[in-house]
C-alpha cells in the first residue's frame, strides 16, 4: 500500500481532523488538493473532499465551475490507479 501525505484541518465546528490527500494538481495558478478521512454517507461511500491551498497554505472551497476541474482530474486518479493496481 502506497503511503499517503497527510493534512490536518480544521471543520466548521473549530475541530482539528486529519486527512489523508489522495491527490493534487495545479490548474490556473492554483493548487488542488483532494483528500479524505475515509468517513462514509449513508449509502456506505467513502466521502471525498476538495479543496484549494491559499497563500497561507490552508485549504479553502472551490466554486462550482472549479468542482468540475477536480472530478475530472479525480476520475482519472483512479482510472490510473486501477490500471496500475495501486489504489489501496
Known amino acids: 500500500m502506497k503511503k ?3 493534512v490536518k484541518l480544521v471543520n466548521k465546528d473549530g475541530k482539528e481532523r486529519m486527512y489523508d ?4 494538481f495545479d490548474y ?3 493548487k488542488f ?8 454517507d449513508e449509502t456506505n461511500n467513502v466521502k471525498v473532499y476538495s479543496g484549494i491551498y491559499d497563500n497561507e497554505k490552508k ?3 472551490i466554486t462550482n465551475s472549479e468542482d468540475e ?3 475530472s ?3 482519472q486518479f ?3 490507479g486501477l490500471k496500475e493496481n495501486i489504489l489501496f
Open 4 to 6: 499517503l501525505k497527510n
Open 21 to 24: 490527500i489522495l491527490s493534487t
Open 28 to 30: 490556473k495558478n492554483k
Open 33 to 40: 488538493v483532494i483528500y479524505t478521512d475515509y468517513s462514509t
Open 59 to 61: 485549504v479553502v472551497s
Open 69 to 71: 476541474i477536480v472530478v
Open 73 to 75: 482530474k479525480f476520475v
Open 78 to 80: 483512479l482510472e490510473e
